[in-house]
């Protein structure tokens, strides 16, 4: 890049110099003309006010509240309508189910937890098989189990409806949906025992983990109601059938 020529700079130098009675090559200076009075202090510039600062939040009451807890009852069913942890065998015990937001319930602080009848048939479908309608129950109370040393879950579920009828026609429907999944190549139900008094079934689940996949569950009908204990079997922990099926006989 080719520079300026320097003359135009200095002869303006120069006369500026002539005109205030400074030295020849002395600069002008570059203070501006009004200078504040020594020893002043300049009045700084005046700002607009700004908005105020809401208060923050504390962190509990960000959060929506949780779901309304679940009663331990319904209809005339309760928790000793049920097996207890014993029936299932050695090592069983009540477990309390916390509930929550994706579960779509909350807790009540006991093993017993009455559910919606329509979620609990729509739940009961096995994944990949080939769904079926179910009639849904009046009444659904649900119980969790656990042994500890196999870091197992069980549930037990009862189920009630009008009469003895409307019973066998959902364990009829819902043992005719497990037996339709027990076919093909890699079925995902085994029916271990098909019998008027009870049906028994090993389930996979193939979406859940190592651990959580594989379940036992009975299915038996009793006067106007149905009951279905599934256990988790993956790691180890057994059902006792036999036993079971002699506490509820």
Do not use: K
């Not at 501006?32 to 009075?37: G, L, R, S, Y």
């Not at 096995?126 to 009639?135: A, I, M, V």
């Not at 066998?168 to 098909?194: K, N, Q, W």
């Not at 983990?209 to 009975?218: F, H, I, K, N, Q």
Request: hydrophobic share 40%; charged share 15%.
């Amino acid at each position: 890049m080719r520079r300026r020529p320097a003359a135009p700079l200095i002869a303006a130098v120069a006369l500026v110099s002539a005109c205030s009675g400074a030295p020849a090559g002395t600069p002008p200076s570059l203070e501006p003309a009004a200078t504040a009075v020594a020893g002043s202090t300049a009045a700084p510039p005046p700002q607009s006010p700004s908005a105020p600062v809401p208060p923050p939040q504390s962190e509990s009451a960000a959060e929506p509240p949780g779901p309304t807890p679940a009663p331990s009852t319904a209809g005339s069913l309760t928790q000793a309508s049920l097996p207890s942890p014993a029936a299932l065998g050695p090592g069983w015990a009540y477990r309390v189910d916390p509930g929550g937001a994706e579960e779509g319930y909350g807790g009540n602080g006991t093993p017993a937890l009455a559910r919606e009848p329509a979620e609990v048939v729509t739940g009961l479908q096995p994944l990949g098989c080939r769904t079926r309608r179910l009639p849904a129950p009046q009444h659904a109370l649900e119980v969790s189990y656990r042994q500890a040393a196999r870091q197992a879950q069980g549930v037990g579920l009862l189920l009630s409806f009008a009469d003895a009828a409307a019973a066998d026609a959902f364990r009829a429907a819902y043992t005719g949906l497990l037996r339709d999944c027990s076919t093909g190549r890699e079925p995902l139900v085994r029916v271990l025992r098909d019998t008027a008094a009870a049906f028994v079934s090993r389930r996979t689940d193939p979406l859940a983990d190592a651990g959580d996949r594989e379940w036992t569950e009975v299915v038996r009908s009793r006067d106007a109601t149905v009951l279905l204990v599934s256990a988790n079997t993956s790691r180890g922990a057994v059902l006792d059938v036999a036993g079971l099926l002699a506490a509820t006989g």
